[in-house]
T-cell receptor
Framework: AQSVTQLGSHVSVSEGALVLLRCNYS??????LFWYVQYPNQGLQLLLK??????LVKGINGFEAEFKKSETSFHLTKPSAHMSDAAEYFC????????????FGTGTSLTVIP | DAEITQSPRHKITETGRQVTLACHQT?????MFWYRQDLGHGLRLIHY???????NKGEVSDGYSVSRSNTEDLPLTLESAASSQTSVYFC???????????FGSGTRLTVV
């Protein structure tokens, strides 16, 4: 069965500091990979996705993620945190050939300290 | 602009009642999904559909049903609401494999 692990349910960073949110997946075949952001009382919004093109993927709001097959990882980064980045972040995988079914991690809550 | 809307945004119901949550999308997407979101569990798949008259069970389908009579709508029905079904429910749609989901704003359901 597919699983997605997000290390750290809560991450705090200072404004202007590097943001690093970790995601590992379990699959022998690289799946499609996604990061979503959820602001309070809202639905999930797509940040970026990896679909087997470039391993470094750039998304919205200055976020990017790097696919590392050898580590089965897809960590999310942003060079400089902004107060508006405070939100819940979800990593998701969609195994190829499964009709676009997604498996979500349990989420990481990002706090940005002024 | 195309959108995906869920209604109601908030619902309180009593144990044992039948409840239907609406999901309507104007993206013309074939694929539609229902998830529930609970603390510590992330999002878990309830039911999904790949087109009209197609429905499939997800990871946590017990006590839920869906029907797909047209492309735009996938209503989720709780046959007999239970307190364990208190949750936030999200509907999503997508065009094809490899595409990201477009999510609705969610329905917060409380079963008392």
């Amino acid at each position: 069965a597919q699983s997605v692990t997000q290390l750290g349910s809560h991450v705090s960073v200072s404004e202007g500091a590097l943001v690093l949110l970790r995601c590992n997946y379990s699959s022998s075949v690289p799946p499609y990979l996604f990061w979503y952001v959820q602001y309070p009382n809202q639905g999930l919004q797509l940040l970026l996705k990896y679909t087997s093109a470039a391993t470094l993927v750039k998304g919205i709001n200055g976020f990017e993620a790097e696919f590392k097959k050898s580590e089965t990882s897809f960590h999310l980064t942003k060079p400089s945190a902004h107060m508006s980045d405070a939100a819940e972040y979800f990593c998701a995988v969609s195994p190829k050939g499964t009709g676009n079914q997604f498996y979500f991690g349990t989420g990481t809550s990002l706090t940005v300290i002024p | 602009d195309a959108e995906i809307t869920q209604s109601p945004r908030h619902k309180i119901t009593e144990t044992g009642r039948q409840v239907t949550l609406a999901c309507h999308q104007t993206w013309n997407h074939n694929n539609m999904f229902w998830y529930r979101q609970d603390l510590g569990h992330g999002l878990r798949l309830i039911h999904y559909s790949y087109g009209v008259q197609d429905t499939n069970k997800g990871e946590v389908s017990d006590g839920y049903s869906v029907s797909r009579s047209n492309t735009e709508d996938l209503p989720l029905t709780l046959e007999s609401a239970a307190s364990s079904q208190t949750s936030v429910y999200f509907c999503a749609s997508s065009e094809s494999e490899g595409d990201g989901y477009t999510f609705g704003s969610g329905t917060r359901l409380t079963v008392v």
